[in-house]
């Protein structure tokens, strides 16, 4: 198994039950891929950097997952056909350096989420 994290914003006039279940069914489909979801961040509703669809405001959430690489393209295509999820990024981390960053940034986020 690869290591991976994936950010996507989903559009701000989602409600929360709604947005929930979107998060919900991305980490689904990364778990029916094969994958194993080590930590999540819930970043929030921010700013966009540019508008996009009329909308300057995006829900931005991030999901760090272990999985097979052939798994990554049923999650790039649900994202590309899901008219909720507005933008989104897949990174893999392959060098020594960037796995300690991913070992070090899902340990700090389980952390944080215990304490929450």
Do not use: H
Not at 40 to 46: L, W
Not at 83 to 109: C, G, H, P, Q, S
């Amino acid at each position: 198994m690869k290591f991976y994290d994936t950010m996507f914003v989903l559009k701000p006039t989602l409600t929360e039950e709604e947005r929930n279940e979107r998060i919900e069914f991305v980490k689904g489909v990364i778990t029916k891929g094969g994958g194993e979801i080590s930590a999540t961040n819930e970043v929030g509703a921010r700013e966009l950097a540019y508008k996009i669809d009329k909308d300057s405001r995006g829900y931005y959430y991030t999901i760090y997952f272990k999985a097979p690489g052939n798994s990554i393209l049923e999650l790039e295509r649900i994202y590309r056909i899901n008219e909720d999820i507005i933008r989104f990024i897949v990174v893999k981390y392959v060098k020594k350096k960037e796995l300690a960053y991913w070992n070090k940034t899902v340990e700090d986020l389980n952390k944080k989420n215990a304490r929450a």
